[in-house]
C-alpha cells in the first residue's frame, strides 16, 4: 500500500515560495508553510542533541548554585583568620553576576557571526579555566577574579544554549526543549546543593565544590565537535546541502518529497532576515531594533520578562539560602537549601510537560500570583518571627521554630510557582525576534537578566539590613505584582507559532489578540489538512486492492 502523500495547496513544482514571504509580509499565516511543517515524530537525535547543548544549563545551574554552599564553609580561609564580611560575600557573588552580564550582552551578537556552537564551546573553556582559578585562590580578590570568569560563561550559555535549541527544535515542542535546558539549569542547582551538604564538614571543602564543575565543561566541549549548527546559521552562509543533512536527522521519518519542502520553506522565510542581515551593518541591525515597531515591542517584551525574573528576589535564595536559613535557627542550612532546589528542580518538570500544551501566557498568569503569595508570607513570618530583635536577623539568637518553618513553606509555594512559570517562559526570548536581529535582542535580552540579577543580588544584604527581612520580601512582593500586570498587558502567547510566523504578531502593537487569531487559523489549516489526508487513505487504499 502506498502512503498518503499530504494534501498541498500545488504540486512540489508548482510551489510559489514568493507567496510564502509576501503572506509573512503581510503578516498573515501560509496555508503551505504549515502543512509542511507537519507533525513528524520526534526522533530521538533530536532529544540527544538537545540534551547535549543543555549541559550549558547545567553547569549555569550549578556554577551559580553552588557559592551559597561555599560561602558558608569558606571560613578563614581567604582572609587570614577572619571571617568573610558581608561585603566580600557581595563582591563575591556579584562578580559572577557582572561576569554574565558581559557575556551575555555580546554572546548573541558573537553567535550571528561565529556560529552558536562556537560560542558554547568558548563558554566551556571559561567555565574550566574560572573554576581552577577558584579551586586554587588563597586570597579574597583571586576568588572574585575566578567568579568572574565563570560569570562570562554562564553569560553566555544563558544567551546561546536556548537560542541553539529553538533554531533546532521542531515548532510543536519548541516551549518544551528550551524548558529542558532550564530542567537542567535547576538539576545544577540540586547538585551543586547536594555536593555542598557531602562537603560542608570537609576541611578545605569548599575547593572541591567550586573545583568539579571542569567535569561536565569537558564533556560538553568534546561532543560539540559532534553537533551540528543551527540551519538558520547555515542558510545565511549560503550551506544549502548542509542543512539538507541536517533536517533529514531531525526529522527523519519525513519523505524526501516533505524533507525538501520544509528546506525550501525554511529558506524562504527566513529570506528577508538574510537579505537584510548582507545588506545592512552591524550597527544599522541595531538601530532596526529600536526603530521598527516589530522589533521594538519584541525587545520590550524580552526585556521585560527578564527583568521580572530576577527582580522577583529568586536568585538571592539560590546565592544566599544556606547564609539565610542558619540565622533564623536551622542547624543544618545547606540541606535546608536543597530542599529549595529540589522544589525548583521538579516544579520545572512540571513547566516541561505543559509549556506547548497550555500556552506561555497561561502559564506566567496563574503562577505569578502562587509568588506574589508566597514573598507575602515571608514577610509576615519575618515581621512576628523579628519583633524582640528591633526586625532585623541576629546570629546566635533562638527564633521561634514556627516562624521559621513558615519562612520555610513560604519558600517552597514561591519558588514552586517560580519554577512553573517566570523561571523558564523568560528564555524563550528567541522565538520574539526575526533571524536578523535575533542575536542582538537575545543578548540584549540576557544582558537585562543578569543587570537586573547584579542590582538585587549587590543590595539583597543591605536591603535585609536597612528595610528589614519583612520590608526585604515585601517589596520583593510588590515587584512581582508588577510583573504580573507586565505579563496581563504585554505578554502574548506564542506557542505553535513558528520563529518566523511569532514576529507577525508584533505588527500592530504587543500582539495580545493577534497572536489568538494567527493561533486559531492556523489550527483550522491543520484540522482541514488532517481532514484531507483522512478522506485519501480509503482511495489509495482502494486503488491498491484494485492493482493487486
Known amino acids: 500500500m502506498q502512503e498518503a502523500e499530504k494534501p498541498t495547496p500545488s504540486s512540489e513544482e508548482n510551489i510559489d515560495l514568493g507567496e510564502i514571504i509576501a503572506d509573512l509580509k503581510g503578516g498573515e499565516i501560509n496555508e503551505f508553510a504549515v502543512i509542511i511543517e507537519g507533525e513528524e515524530k520526534t526522533t530521538w537525535f533530536v532529544w540527544i542533541l538537545v540534551a547535549c547543548a543543555s549541559i550549558s544549563g547545567l553547569l549555569f545551574g550549578y556554577d551559580t548554585g553552588v557559592i551559597s554552599g561555599a560561602l558558608v564553609t569558606i571560613g578563614e580561609d581567604l582572609t587570614r583568620g577572619k571571617q ?73 550559555a544563558s544567551c546561546i544554549a536556548p537560542l541553539y535549541i529553538q533554531e533546532l527544535a521542531p515548532t510543536r515542542l519548541r516551549g518544551r526543549l528550551v524548558v529542558l535546558n532550564v530542567v537542567m539549569i535547576t538539576l545544577g542547582q540540586v547538585i ?16 572541591w565544590m567550586v573545583g568539579l564543575s571542569c ?23 549560503g550551506r544549502i546541502d548542509t542543512v539538507r543533512r541536517v533536517m533529514t536527522r531531525i526529522y527523519a521519518t519525513a519523505t524526501p518529497r516533505d524533507l525538501e519542502m520544509k528546506v525550501k520553506v525554511l529558506q524562504a522565510s527566513v529570506q528577508q ?96 500570583p502562587g509568588m506574589i503569595f508566597g514573598l507575602t508570607l515571608a514577610s509576615i513570618a519575618f515581621h512576628y518571627m523579628t519583633r524582640k530583635t528591633a526586625g532585623v536577623l541576629v546570629e546566635n539568637t533562638a527564633y521561634p521554630d514556627s516562624w521559621a518553618d513558615i519562612v520555610l513553606l513560604s519558600m517552597i509555594i514561591f519558588v514552586a510557582s517560580y519554577a512553573t512559570g517566570i523561571g523558564n517562559v523568560p528564555w524563550q ?27 538585587i543580588n549587590s543590595t539583597y544584604l ?25 505579563v496581563i498587558f504585554c505578554y502574548p502567547e506564542t506557542a505553535g507559532l513558528s520563529l518566523e510566523e511569532v514576529m507577525m504578531i508584533f505588527r500592530s502593537g504587543f500582539g495580545l489578540k493577534e497572536s489568538q487569531r494567527l493561533r486559531a487559523e492556523k489550527q483550522q489549516i491543520k484540522i482541514r489538512a488532517n481532514t484531507m489526508i483522512a478522506s485519501t487513505e480509503p482511495q489509495e487504499e482502494e486503488k491498491s486492492d484494485r492493482s493487486v
Open 84 to 156: 568573610l564580611t558581608d561585603g566580600q560575600k557581595e563582591f563575591i557573588t556579584s562578580a559572577t553576576t557582572l561576569g554574565a552580564l558581559i557575556g551575555g550582552l555580546f554572546a548573541g551578537v558573537i553567535s550571528d557571526w561565529s556560529g552558536r556552537k562556537l560560542v558554547l564551546a568558548v563558554a566551556d573553556v571559561i567555565f574550566i579555566a574560572g573554576a581552577i582559578v577558584q579551586c586554587v585562590c588563597h586570597d579574597v580578590w583571586t576568588m572574585i577574579g575566578g567568579r568572574f570568569l565563570i560569570g562570562i560563561g554562564v553569560g553566555l
Open 273 to 368: 532576515s538574510i537579505e537584510i542581515s548582507e545588506t545592512t551593518t552591524f550597527f544599522q541591525r541595531i538601530q532596526r531594533l529600536f526603530s521598527e515597531g516589530i522589533n521594538r515591542r519584541a525587545l520590550i517584551i524580552g526585556c521585560g520578562m527578564q527583568a521580572f525574573q530576577q527582580l522577583c528576589g529568586f536568585n538571592t535564595l539560590m546565592y544566599y539560602s544556606a547564609t539565610l536559613f542558619q540565622e533564623i535557627g536551622f542547624n543544618q542550612p545547606t540541606a535546608v537549601s536543597l530542599i529549595v532546589s529540589g522544589t525548583n528542580f521538579i516544579f520545572t518538570l512540571v513547566a516541561l510537560k505543559w509549556i506547548d500544551q497550555i500556552g506561555r501566557r497561561k502559564i506566567m498568569l496563574w503562577s505569578a
Open 192 to 207: 551543586a546543593y547536594g555536593i555542598d551538604a557531602g562537603f560542608e564538614n570537609v576541611n578545605g571543602g569548599w575547593r
Open 462 to 486: 543591605s536591603l535585609m539590613a536597612k528595610i528589614t527581612p519583612a520590608g526585604a520580601f515585601g517589596f520583593y512582593a510588590g515587584l512581582c505584582l508588577l510583573g504580573w500586570l507586565f
Open 215 to 237: 567535569i561536565p565543561a569537558g564533556i560538553q566541549f568534546v561532543i560539540l565537535f559532534f553537533l551540528p549548527e543551527s540551519p538558520r546559521i547555515l542558510l545565511r552562509r
Open 429 to 455: 526570548q528567541g522565538e520574539l525576534f526575526s533571524l536578523d536581529v535575533r542575536g542582538i535582542g537575545t543578548s540584549i535580552a540576557t544582558a537585562t537578566n543578569w543587570a537586573a540579577n547584579l542590582l
